[in-house]
């Protein structure tokens, strides 16, 4: 995860305790206390949520930019590897030709 969104969880996990216990010192009913509570981890149950679904969204295009980028880098070393095996086939077959002429004039001799 990145810094900010561990700064974020660290910000939005404090706000939720501090608020908690807030409610939990303020001079008011049980009944209200317990409404305030669960109203507040409800919306911090929906900030979560929120929060996560732009974090797996954040890592989906993250991995997708990452494997064009792969497909790319994988593309242009089989397009070097092409070449270069076609250099290497043509040496070859330069010096098969010189060993064929040398091989001939050998037998002529």
């Known amino acids: 995860m990145s810094n900010s969104s561990n700064t974020f969880l660290g910000i939005l996990a404090g706000t939720a305790i501090?608020?908690?216990l807030g409610i939990l010192f303020a001079p008011d009913k049980g009944v209200n206390t317990r409404r305030r509570?669960?109203?507040e981890a409800q919306a911090t149950k929906e900030q979560?949520?929120?929060e996560a679904?732009?974090?797996q969204h954040?890592?989906?295009n993250t991995v997708s930019n990452q494997k064009e980028t792969l497909d790319t880098k994988i593309e242009s070393l089989v397009s070097d590897?092409?070449?270069k095996a076609d250099d290497v086939i043509s040496s070859l077959e330069k010096?098969?030709?010189e060993l064929k002429v040398k091989?001939?004039?050998l037998q002529k001799s």
């Open 81 to 83: 590897a092409s070449y």
């Open 18 to 20: 501090g608020a908690t």
């Open 103 to 105: 091989n001939k004039k």
């Open 48 to 50: 979560l949520a929120k």
């Open 58 to 60: 954040t890592i989906a």
């Open 37 to 39: 509570i669960a109203d």
């Open 53 to 55: 679904s732009n974090l």
């Open 95 to 97: 010096k098969l030709n």
